[in-house]
């Protein structure tokens, strides 16, 4: 075991090294250790540190060290009362020192959360609050979760860390949560769920809840604030979707007959394809890759960087179009080119915008557009296609190449804005479905993904869902890139065992 001259030196080594360290105690915010707000001080053979901010003054006799490494300092401590505990020096300008300190911060919200837990719910007991991942029960670490209970009934509890950027996840791993806790207790009736979110961050949450099936789900949402104020909240007052339906141009051809001319011979390449853009351009693309642009005022190609193209750059345009198509082919034997790999999601748009009664003989083939209405901040991580059935009914069609979690939640997002337009006529008027005429009905979901990228979980999400909503999961094959293939189809929540 170090003497105290050692620990101290170990200490004043590390916080000289580093550029923004910080103090964490288990459960406890950090605090950060400038020169004025920390103390050490070495007396009679023993190492008392003392560090304090606005909120808190941390007194503890340093007793040892249990792990030094790069940006990190783990100390054994005393606390009054001869109690041993750990505490951490971090340094929070090294990248690898990150989850370690969002460990701390997720840890002082649980705490939190059991706090608001045990006055908004008096009489309950608090038989479970943790952050800790299951890996095998795809349960987050990043909500604290809880399960009360009073006699035989229960109710489980998730919620949001003021720190979060985005809580809109929180929703999916409530429901696994609910329904873990339900089939984990069999003696214990599991009411519902309950959610904790900051002030402010409710909002996409709130309205997923009016889609979901109330007496499965019986969900109640609290909001909270920095100043520790909670308040239950009226999942009424969240009805009105903040959506808007943009006017519909077609892609207008240039005064330019020869850049037309451009356009014309691209096309001509087999795998490149022009996506109107609704709002007057045109998208060249190979397989979902866009190369070239061509608006009203421009012609523009490249990849990640666009330039203005010239009579000049039309051998170049086309020679970046067929290099696209060769590396971007489901027979390209180079399956780890980055241009094979990039953008799988956009690739399977292509395919199902060429082939989309492939997925259901229902669907007319055209027209099909993508992101309507588009959704503040671009994209989504999944794609967003609206197409219509020989009927007139819409069916939104949600798709994802890679596993994802919120899938299920996402599309109800999509699906719930697209119903709120369809139940005010909005869609002829502004240009979509030309002389098609569209029912008023809700549409259908669609949720398009390889057969083996479905999320374990997503039954257990859609479960949940609305019984108004006609909701239908279809994995295609594995080799979509070469052929779309349906393989199995499933509606709402049904096994695929």
Known sequence: M??????????????AGSKAPVLIEPGEGHIALTRDSYHLELQNGRLTLQAWNQDRNVVRKVTGISAERTGRLDLLVEHFGKRTGTLQLLDLARPQTQSASKRGARLHYRETFGR???????????????????????????????????????????????????????????????????????????????LFLPSGQERTTCLRLLYLDEAKAHCTVYVYSSEGYEQRIDLQDYGNLDTHLQTRRSASPLTNAKTDAWVE????????????????????????????????????????????????????????????????SGENPDKRSLLYQS????????????????????????????????????????IDLLA?????????????????????LQALDYW?????????DEFTPNGYFPGMPLRKLAPRLLLVAPALNFHSTSEIILGYFSASIDVERMGVSMDWRRSLQVVFRLPGAASAA
């Not at 096309?267 to 709002?279: H, K, L, N, S, Y």
């Not at 748009?349 to 503040?376: K, N």
């Not at 020989?390 to 190449?401: N, Q, S, T, Y």
């Open 2 to 15: 170090a003497g105290a001259e050692e620990l101290l030196l170990a200490i004043q080594r590390f916080l």
């Open 116 to 194: 608001s837990l045990s006055r908004q719910f008096p009489g309950w007991t608090l038989s479970e609050l943790t952050t800790e991942q299951d890996l095998q029960h795809s349960l987050s670490p990043v909500y604290p979760r809880a399960f009360l209970k009073k006699g035989a009934s229960g109710l489980a509890a998730i919620g949001a860390a003021p720190e979060n950027a985005d809580c809109s996840g929180i929703l999916s791993f409530g429901l696994i949560w609910l329904d873990y806790l339900r089939k984990r207790e069999p003696k214990i009736k599991v009411a519902g769920l309950v």
């Open 265 to 328: 011979q691209l096309c001509r390449i087999p795998g490149v394809e022009a996506i109107d853009g609704g709002d007057g351009s045109l998208s060249l693309r190979v397989r979902g890759m866009e190369f070239a642009k061509r608006t009203a005022e421009a012609f523009v190609f490249g990849l990640e960087t666009k330039y203005t193209a010239h009579a000049s750059n039309l051998m170049e345009i086309d020679a970046l179009a067929r290099h696209l198509a060769s590396k971007r």
């Open 343 to 382: 953008h799988p999601e956009r690739w399977l748009e292509s395919q199902v915008r060429a082939s989309v009664q492939s997925l259901d003989a229902s669907l007319e083939q055209f027209p099909i557009y993508g992101q309507v209405p588009a959704f503040a901040g671009g994209e989504r991580g999944v």
């Open 388 to 408: 219509t059935e020989r009927d007139g009914r819409l069916a939104v069609i949600e798709l994802k190449a890679t596993e994802d979690i919120h899938l299920p």
């Open 416 to 424: 719930m804005r697209v119903k709120w337009h369809v139940d005010r």
